[in-house]
């Protein structure tokens, strides 16, 4: 949401506050800072393992003397999270328009990913405009009846931020971490990054995935980075089957920007992130989704994913394929990126400038 921030406060005629819930306080401060944005309003609901209920009853009774205080003509919100759908009930509420951000992903399971998959549906029944950042997700939109007028294809501004933040220069802890590992640029050893982290991958999926992972370790030439989320239920499995074992290297979580410069060193990138499975085929690294579903297919249609599920033998075995093989490698490496050009920002600004106008 950063770039579409900043193409906001730098448009004429439009006045902008950015309201922050902090649903995740730790990811949500450093972007903040690379981005240079200051909240107008930081509600601050991070708290200790609180549930879906809690946090939605704190989203609806702090965001809304927000609403009240600022009477916006339009609520912007990005994605799929608990923060997007109850602001999208809020501003239903107050009759505010409220504009959708990465509309019309699905998966058609609604379990898949939990709760994900239905709160991009609820946005979408609630919004009024929405900014899908592909023709596969517009298409989503039109089978469900949303109005084509209200519709506006824009990329998504994922690639935009991308482009921001791979400019900028490599910090010195990525630089430290590779010269350990001893990865360099002539590929004499191999970068496996991976990141996990999912709710429905919490239990025996995240330890088939860790299972893969200390396989594939074990085979030869790889050095495997895991950045490990903070919540218990992926620490404790991480931990307790990956730790100490040579040639994996299990990390606090990273910031975004170093997170962005270690994703441009990778040879592999295994994942159940959603923004990954955009941000990867950008530097041209294939990408295995470590998922049942993907409200991603584009990517997996321009080849540049593959989805792998949670079993062990068959993340090894592609894992194992997209290293030993190079011509299966390169028709993954070299597919086009389908979800972005960088100028998504824009588009949505000025689909805001036009709605408007109507």
């Not at 997007?84 to 399971?109: D, P, W």
């Not at 939109?141 to 994922?158: F, K, M």
Request: net charge negative.
């Amino acid at each position: 949401m950063a770039p579409v921030v900043r193409q906001l406060k730098a448009t004429s005629g439009i006045e902008s506050r950015v309201c922050v819930t902090a649903q995740h306080r730790q990811m949500l401060d450093q972007v903040l800072r690379l981005f240079e944005i200051n909240p107008d309003y930081d509600l601050d609901l991070m708290r200790d393992n609180q549930t879906l209920a809690q946090v939605s009853a704190s989203i609806f009774t702090h965001l809304d003397p927000v609403l009240a205080d600022f009477q916006p003509d339009w609520v912007l919100a990005v994605g799929d999270t608990t923060t997007v759908v109850t602001t999208s009930q809020l501003a239903f509420y107050r009759r505010i328009k409220f504009g959708h951000v990465e509309a019309g992903l699905r998966t058609h399971n609604k379990w898949h990913p939990f709760p994900e998959e239905i709160n991009r549906r609820l946005a979408t029944t609630l919004a009024d405009l929405h900014f899908a950042p592909t023709q596969w997700s517009r298409q989503n939109l039109l089978h469900e009846n949303v109005p084509e007028e209200a519709i506006v294809v824009t990329g998504n501004p994922v690639i935009d931020a991308l482009a921001y933040v791979s400019k900028q220069d490599e910090p010195q802890q990525i630089r430290d971490l590779l010269q350990q590992l001893g990865i360099d640029n002539h590929g004499s050893r191999k970068l496996v990054l991976v990141t996990a982290h999912r709710r429905e991958n919490f239990g025996k999926p995240i330890e088939n995935i860790c299972r893969a992972i200390r396989e594939l370790a074990s085979g030869g030439n790889v050095e495997i980075v895991y950045p490990v989320h903070l919540n218990p239920n992926v620490q404790e499995p991480v931990n307790r089957l990956l730790k100490n074992i040579p040639h994996i290297t299990l990390l606090s979580p990273l910031d975004y920007l170093p997170l962005v410069h270690l994703m441009k060193h990778a040879t592999l990138i295994l994942t159940d992130s959603g923004g990954i499975q955009e941000e990867a085929p950008a530097f041209g690294i294939p990408v295995l989704v470590l998922r049942e579903t993907t409200e991603r297919p584009e990517g997996i249609d321009a080849g540049t994913l593959k989805l792998v599920g949670t079993e062990t033998a068959q993340i090894l075995q592609e894992a194992n394929r997209l290293l030993d093989d190079p011509s299966a490698y390169a028709g993954m490496s070299k597919a086009a990126n389908p979800y972005g050009d960088g100028h998504a920002a824009e588009r949505i600004v000025e689909g805001l400038l036009h709605a408007g106008r109507l």
